[in-house]
């Protein structure tokens, strides 16, 4: 009986999920900028309307929210560098899971010392 295969390049593996995490950060990052163009856009209908509106987001729960766009930002630029090198690197495919691997490290080493400086900031004044 022959086995079954390891996976392909993008079904069931590293390839896959990074696929998943990187379209669900996109439209993450895509809704985040709609919104900011909006509420920025506002500045020109109402000046007091925009203060209103930026007063809104000084509160711990955009503090958190922001924390979530950032840790969304960095994964998904960070993907996408590893994206090009398995596209256009010959041995890239052949080296998705150590890239996989860079990309999170690089994750944690970049995105941990956000996390503690932004958290004392948004909760300890």
Same mark, same amino acid.
């Given at each position: 009986m022959p086995s079954k295969p390891a996976g392909t390049l993008y079904r069931g593996r590293e390839g896959m999920w990074s696929w998943v995490a990187h379209r669900i950060t996109g439209v993450g990052i895509f809704f985040f900028l709609l919104v900011h163009v909006? !509420?920025?856009a506002l500045v020109r209908v109402s000046p007091e309307a925009y203060n209103e509106?930026?007063?809104t987001y000084?509160?711990?729960i955009v503090g958190l929210l922001e924390v979530g766009l950032v840790a969304a930002i960095l994964f998904h630029a960070f993907n996408g560098i590893r994206l090009i090198?398995? !596209?256009f690197w010959a041995k890239g495919p052949r080296y998705q899971r150590q890239l996989m691997i860079g990309v999170g490290a690089i994750w944690v080493v970049l995105f941990v010392p956000?996390?503690?400086r932004h958290l004392t900031h948004v909760f300890g004044g």
């Open positions: 909006l !509420d920025t509106v930026i007063g000084k509160n711990p090198l398995v !596209d956000f996390v503690i």
